[in-house]
């Protein structure tokens, strides 16, 4: 097997000599892009999902639920996956399960095959992301990853913002199957890029040792019970539901035995020694809290703009753009600074940025506009792409090649593990805070309180006055405006309560990145893949 350290001179690798690596990132990106695209572009689809099927939301809620764990069971493993099997062929393999079980979810008669279609789209979708990160940290130079990170990163940040507004407009304008059928020309088209532009690094060889079955038991274990307790955490009302202390359990047994089994086999399915390097583990735990605040905000505002400011599912979407507007602008630039600026000082530039959009998210009120969202989002956008490219650079820029695709699989994993966790923990803390903000509002509605009793005094008579009503109907009336005045002050207030607490957690991530050593300025010849 060839050693980190060897190099491959462009002009002496035949199978990638004369190809521009820009058109092997095009090749892998095609195909991530579509995949990342895929774990939003349903959510808004669900209510026609379930209607058509004979089925109700809550139900139609395991056609994403069934993707997200397949999807987290092989990521992890993609590194070995593809020192098995070959870089090349699993890329071709992932890519052309995931196109043909996109088309059988189109077609899908019955709400169990659809979920059953989803699983088998989750699982080959799963190694697509870090696949494509090891291939594009292979094929570019050192000096030159900041913009290959810059060009992965505008996939894997804008394609969530736009699933919203493309799931929307395809269920609105034709039909919810069109959400899946949209895949088919994309992944022949990545197909057909893949088998072109991509191959095998020397040092990929099929290995001669045992594999782990233990080790896939354990972590398939492990990781769905993990994610199917934080997916459905909040429908269950958390522990007090048996079937989710029950996951609970299986989750800690479960990724116990698989951490265990990893550090003690000769032979692991994730080598978790990778963990070793300072600088890596630093950068998968800040990429775990930066999934946290991304995809727990993702999920906030959109909730946020339907439940209280009465936007359709569409305009919800369309407000989210500014984030991807604000993150297309940033990353190339951060991709071309990367090579002239040290990376600490754009980490330390979007960390305060990201905490700053989320402060300003955090003073709304009822009489907030779309403008108020407009420009915090934009530069939230632009903080998260001074976040992305030097993080995941500098993450990955110890890791030898040869270890690089067990590397960027644990990376990948766990930020979209953090993503789960942010969403799970926001949507509970938003849902209590509520609740104890409502029971304050509600205990200053006394008779004691003569300001609280004007108010409502001052309803029922307009209400008599201009609605006919007789005083009890109009007294009904007024303390049913009143219950409803409050219940949007106390969600309203929930909502600032969390966004000023991601804004906290944003500032906490500052002090880890003086833990990581800057990357490599240049690189000699290049590492071919």
Known sequence: MAT??????PTTSRAQGDINPWLVAIAVMSSTFMEVLDTTVVNVSLPHIAGSLSATTDEATWALTSYLVANAIILPMTGWLANFFGRK???LFSVIGFTASSFLCGLAPTLPLLIVFRCIQGACGGGLQ??????????FPPQDRGKAMGFWGLGIVVAPMLGPVLGGWLTDSYSWRWVFYINVPIGVLAVFLTSIFVFDPPYIKRSAGKIDYWGMGYLALGISCLQIMLDKGHEEDWFGSNFIRTLCVFAI???AAFIIRELTTEHPIVDLSVLKIRTYATGVFLMTVLGFVLYGSTVLIPLLLQTLLGYPALQAGIAMLPRGLGSFIAMPAVGALMSRVRPRYLLVCGIFLGSFAMWRLSHLNMDVGYWNFFWALIWQGVGMGLLFIPLTTITNDPIPLERMGNATSIFNLM?????SIGISIVQNI???HAQIHTSTLSGNVNPSNLQAQGLVNGMKSMMMMQGGADPLTAQRMANGTIENIIRQQATIMAFNDVFWLLSIIFLGMLPLIFLMRPPRKKGGAVMMH
């Open 130 to 139: 870090p696949l494509s990160q090891a291939i594009l940290m292979e094929v």
């Open 415 to 419: 930020r979209n593990i953090g993503a």
């Open 430 to 432: 938003q849902a209590r």
């Open 4 to 9: 980190a350290t060897q190099t491959f001179h």
């Open 89 to 91: 062929r699993l890329l």
């Open 253 to 255: 047994l479960g990724l």
